[in-house]
């Protein structure tokens, strides 16, 4: 990982947003800012993979990731929510876009500190304005933790929020995973948060076992090794046990199908999900299971 830049996984999420822009014409997720924030780095090999033709699927993937996430934080505006918290922004945009903010959403950045100066460079040499109702929250999780560093911020734990946290848990300690969904579940009714995590790879079948294996191999080259995994059970017995009453769990597989434009990239087949799962889950709602 280079410090003061967003990770490779998080660049190469961004060049797969800008991409699909281009590629797509963001049939699936519109984010007109995703290719002016990636400016210079479209000469790296990480964004340039993202542009090839057997890539399709993949776009449409991560595309619906994050207009699913978005979705959600459109359904946690009309219960009332005002706080939004993007965990490990990297190059994401929600916070400059914020559809919301008419309503009176916030929305708090958390990133370590290098990366997140990093990004407001990157934002001012791309032209992108910091609408007032966007607030940086730099956490550096080997000196503080969540709660200190969003309440720097301005964040008001008093009232209810919602979290994207997307493309982060893998590569995170069990551990941490847990306390930040702790933290989330003790938020005033109202709070919730949209999440992915992979499963074990020995539930995967043989050829995407393979497949996953490598991509591990190649993450942790760059010095982000996977260091948990979930099964769907574990996953909704821990939210339960948290408090959490209404939950969602999709498989990638099955995301992008979702939405009009969603299927049908440029490749033979679908891209495996590889045991990926996104999750939506919030309090204060009846249980819901799907």
Avoid at 14 to 20: E, V
Avoid at 106 to 125: C, G, M, S, Y
Avoid at 140 to 161: C, M, Q, V
Avoid at 179 to 206: N, Q
Wanted: charged residues 25%; aromatic residues 8%.
């Amino acid at each position: 990982m280079q410090v003061g830049r967003p990770s490779i996984t998080a660049r190469a999420a961004a060049a797969l947003r800008a991409a699909h822009q281009a590629l797509e014409g963001g049939r699936v997720f519109s984010d007109p800012l995703a290719p002016r924030i990636l400016g210079s780095d479209l000469d790296d090999p990480v964004v340039e993979a993202a542009f090839r033709p057997e890539r399709g699927d993949v776009r449409l993937t991560v595309a619906a990731r994050a207009r699913f996430a978005e979705d959600a934080v459109g359904a946690a505006v009309e219960r009332g929510v005002r706080q939004s918290v993007v965990l490990g922004a990297g190059l994401d945009t929600f916070g400059c876009r914020n559809p919301h903010r008419g309503a009176g959403l916030r929305v708090f950045e958390v990133d370590h500190p290098a990366t997140q100066e990093w990004k407001r460079h990157r934002l001012a040499e791309s032209g992108i304005a910091v609408p007032p109702s966007l607030t940086f929250a730099p956490v550096d999780f080997e000196r503080s933790g969540l709660a200190e560093g969003l309440g720097a911020a301005g964040f008001d734990p008093a009232r209810p929020a919602f979290f994207l946290w997307l493309g982060v848990v893998p590569y995170l300690t069990r551990a941490a995973v847990f306390d930040t969904l702790g933290f989330i579940a003790g938020l005033p009714a109202g709070s919730g948060a949209v999440f992915d995590y992979g499963e074990p790879p020995e539930r995967l079948p043989p050829e995407q076992r393979a497949v996953h294996e490598a991509r591990a191999a190649w993450a942790a080259e760059a010095g982000e090794p996977f260091l948990s995994h979930f099964t769907p059970e574990e996953v909704r017995s821990a939210l339960h046990d948290l408090g959490f009453s209404a939950l969602e769990d999709i498989r990638y597989g099955a995301l992008a199908a979702r939405y009009p434009g969603g299927t049908g990239g440029d490749t033979a087949e679908a891209t495996p999900d590889l045991g990926a799962h996104l999750v939506h889950t919030w309090r204060g709602a009846r249980t819901t299971v799907r």
